[in-house]
């Protein structure tokens, strides 16, 4: 287990502050946060590239705060692949093994199985420049793996490539760790890649951890504003909520009075994903307790959906596939109505 307590650095005008957290033996943990939040600093101290102001990195039963690179056995893979252009993509992995002195014989089984595992066999001849962008990651991999650490650290492993290689190094990730079971820490800005990937999440704003866990717990229950619009909530409305037999009725304005299962009063941050909302040309008939009539305002095409604005009295975010949008024929300016449960509307 990795475990960090009280973490804190400062760096030129920027300041990591107080991260503690827990990452589990055989965990693929992930830090989803913005550009600039410090998630990239936080990997770096857990491989020493720098020391820490303050704070306790401890690997197993060993702390490792003050010890070099060379005595963590971790393997790390930056956004950039940093490969030796001069190396051909046989030579580039071994770099590594060559460097520590490791018996050929062990390099050579070990390097077969991971080349294999990569798909990436067939380029040990090529050089980094003849490779497309996901090849060049693959490689980068790869040589990480090669020694064979106890974590492997990746930093914005896949943003740079095309959608494609994204989609197809990202499977390659995956089949890594099922196979090796090697405790993974992952940073990146993509909520897709986090989701997908992480067994649990950290979401870092401005130098700290606001928020762990589990996929389902941060993106359905958000502890924060932050959280809620970084996770892509969308619809997050500040409203004043009241108590009726064990629901709270939350009015957002505009008319619109919202209800959900969670027990709040007060002022409040009412979310709903807008992936949770049905859209109907008729009345629904639900067990849902909130449904509205509405106009649609605004649509705009995703890659796979669409993203519908519907006022109500208040702008609800919807997402429908394009089927729907076909068959339903929603467009701008026609009346409909959205319904969603009690139970999807996360209270702050």
């Not at 990795?2 to 005008?13: A, E, M, P, V």
Request: net charge negative; with cysteine; hydrophobic share 35%.
């Amino acid at each position: 287990m990795i475990s960090i307590r009280g973490l804190s650095r400062k760096w030129q005008d920027f300041k990591l502050e107080d991260i503690s957290l827990d990452v589990k033996d055989q965990e693929y943990f992930v830090i989803l946060g913005p550009t600039g939040a410090g998630k990239t600093l936080v990997l770096e101290l857990i491989a020493g590239f720098h020391e820490p102001d303050e704070g306790e990195i401890r690997m197993g039963q060993k702390d490792v705060t003050n010890l070099s690179p060379q005595e963590r056995d971790v393997g790390f893979v930056y956004q950039n692949y940093s490969l030796f252009p001069h190396l051909t993509v046989e030579e580039n992995i071994e770099f590594g093994p060559a460097v520590q002195k490791v018996s050929d014989k062990r390099v050579g089984e070990r390097k077969i199985g991971i080349m294999d595992t990569l798909d990436i066999s067939h380029l040990k001849d090529r050089y980094p420049k003849t490779l497309s962008g996901g090849e060049q990651q693959k490689v980068a991999l790869a040589r990480a793996l090669i020694l064979d650490p106890k974590i492997l650290l990746l930093d914005e492993p896949i943003s740079a490539l095309d959608v494609p290689s994204q989609e197809e190094v990202r499977q390659r990730l995956k089949d890594i760790h099922r196979e090796s079971e090697i405790t993974t820490i992952h940073v990146t800005h993509n909520r897709e890649e986090a989701s997908w990937l992480g067994d649990r999440l950290g979401v870092m704003s401005d130098g700290k951890i606001v928020q762990i866990g589990s996929p389902d717990e941060v993106f359905r229950k958000p502890k924060s504003e932050f959280v809620a619009n970084f996770v892509g909530t969308e619809n997050v409305f500040p409203g004043t909520s009241n108590m009726e037999e064990e629901i709270s009725k939350i009015d957002i304005g505009g008319g619109v009075e919202i209800q959900s299962t969670e027990i709040r009063e007060g002022e409040v941050k009412a979310c709903i994903r807008p992936e949770e909302i049905i859209v109907s040309n008729q009345p629904i008939k639900s067990s849902g307790r909130n449904m509205f009539e509405g106009e649609i305002v605004g649509v705009s095409d995703l890659e796979n959906t669409v993203r519908l604005e519907i006022d109500t009295g208040r702008n609800f975010t919807v997402v429908v596939t394009k089927k729907s949008r076909s068959d339903m024929n929603l467009k701008i300016g026609k009346k409909v109505y959205i319904a969603f449960k009690a139970s999807s509307v996360h209270v702050i």
